[in-house]
């Protein structure tokens, strides 16, 4: 199947020119074979790859991994970090022109960033449907211990071979379902900051992501079979997601505090380093908002909500948690300026209704995560290696890892 881009390009209804940097998306059987009509004209190729996905790749790939030079990250793990990324840029010929992902996202995110650094094109080449940042325009990385969202460029093409991706161990194909389901609450997110403060929002992007998310709910058993027909629609809906982000120019329809859990986590600040994938970890944020984002409609619902002023950093909080891993400054340059100082809180008071309303759109939180347990999907935080003690603590500090409002974060506005 080929991607039909002029879908996502135009003047749209939300005022905005969508513009998009990929050119090509190819998502069937056999794409990689594509490979030498895109890399020619370029004369130094790099294959940027890890022990694993080379091996995955590689009898697909064969002739691309003999003719064209090989940068292969060594050791079983590999992070999107300030130390690999140093690693990535000295193994990667300084001849490169263009460089090639063979892998899933940590292996995009150091391709990308170099990519970026050294103003060549890259070439992705998924080899697992575990992530939505293959056509990212930015790399997200723990940078000197704080999460950021580095600039990057997303790549000029996409050839997702079915024959390659569909056949990732399961418990990568899970971390994607994952992924793409914390989308309800990332889009939820959004939705609110916009029917709350007039933040930007496009009506068209955000049904983009839905379609994804929709798309890949009503197939969640046979992608768990191996279907490729589905697992094609998986990978589909993943690239969906990755280009709402580079039409919006920013994560926000894709990233809420589902993310921001994950990325606490990440950042080990008040649990040890855990090796869960990436869309583990969001799926058990997924589940942790969505509790909580249930207990505040209940309470606005039945009149128990009150509005009082937590607008101010808890810097006490601050200092005993991310101070204690010597972070305090840096977690006050990341929110600064302060994103609640300016809200009135007696026009959130009167909103308080449409909040519950807005919630009354997500899907039954115990019937969703049935949904992601059959489908093979981590729900607990026991199966990612952490205690589940760390919850309440996870959801009160997750706000401040991003300087982006969320109703999580609206939500230390909140009393019941």
């Not at 004209?41 to 064969?62: E, F, L, R, S």
């Not at 580079?246 to 600040?269: D, F």
């Not at 948690?321 to 977690?331: C, D, N, R, S, W």
């Not at 009167?350 to 949904?371: F, N, Q, R």
Request: glycine fraction near 6%; include cysteine.
């Amino acid at each position: 199947m080929k991607v039909d881009l002029n879908r996502f390009l135009g003047m749209c209804s939300c005022g905005k020119e969508h513009s998009i940097t990929v050119d090509e998306i190819l998502i069937e059987s056999g794409a990689v074979k594509e490979l030498s009509r895109v890399t020619a004209g370029y004369k130094h190729p790099v294959i940027v790859c890890d022990q694993n996905t080379k091996t995955a790749a590689y009898p697909y790939m064969t002739n691309y991994f003999e003719a064209y030079e090989v940068a292969e990250m060594q050791g079983t793990n590999i992070h999107a970090d300030d130390h690999f990324t140093a690693i990535a840029d000295s193994i990667i010929s300084k001849n490169a022109d263009i460089l090639i992902a063979v892998g899933a996202g940590t292996i995009h995110d150091l391709t990308r960033y170099t990519a970026y650094q050294r103003k060549i094109p890259f070439v992705s080449v998924p080899t697992a449907a575990s992530v939505d940042g293959f056509v990212s325009v930015v790399a997200a990385m723990t940078w000197h211990g704080m999460k950021k969202t580095l600039p990057a460029v997303a790549p000029i093409c996409v050839l997702a071979d079915t024959d390659i991706f569909g056949k990732a161990p399961y418990r990568l194909t899970a971390s994607g379902i994952s992924d793409l389901m914390g989308k309800y609450t990332a889009l939820l997110d959004w939705r609110v900051c916009h029917v709350l403060f007039d933040e930007y929002f496009c009506k068209a992007i955000y049904e983009l992501e839905m379609e994804a998310v929709w798309e890949v709910e009503h197939v969640l058993s046979d992608i768990r079979k191996g279907e490729p027909e589905c697992m094609e629609k998986l990978m589909y809906a993943l690239i969906l997601s990755g280009l709402a982000m580079q039409m919006t120019g920013n994560s926000r329809p894709a990233s809420g505090a589902e993310h921001h859990v994950s990325h606490l986590w990440e950042m080990a600040i008040i649990n040890e380093p855990v090796e869960a994938l990436h869309g583990e970890k969001v799926s058990v944020g997924l589940i942790f908002v969505m509790e909580y984002y249930e207990k505040i409609r209940k309470a606005i619902e039945n009149g128990i909500c009150k509005i009082i002023d937590g607008r101010a950093y808890e810097t006490e909080l601050l200092q005993q948690t991310f101070g204690a891993k010597g972070k305090y400054k840096e977690v006050l340059q990341e929110n600064d300026p302060n994103l609640m100082e300016d809200i009135c809180l007696t026009d959130l008071e009167a909103k308080l209704p449409i909040i519950a309303k807005e919630l009354e759109k997500l899907p039954d939180v115990s019937e969703l995560k049935k949904k992601l347990a059959d489908a093979g999907c981590v729900t607990t935080m026991e199966e990612i290696g952490l205690d589940s003690s760390l919850k309440d603590l996870t959801l009160r500090l997750c706000p401040y890892v991003r300087r982006r409002l969320t109703l999580l974060r609206l939500s230390k506005l909140m009393s019941w």
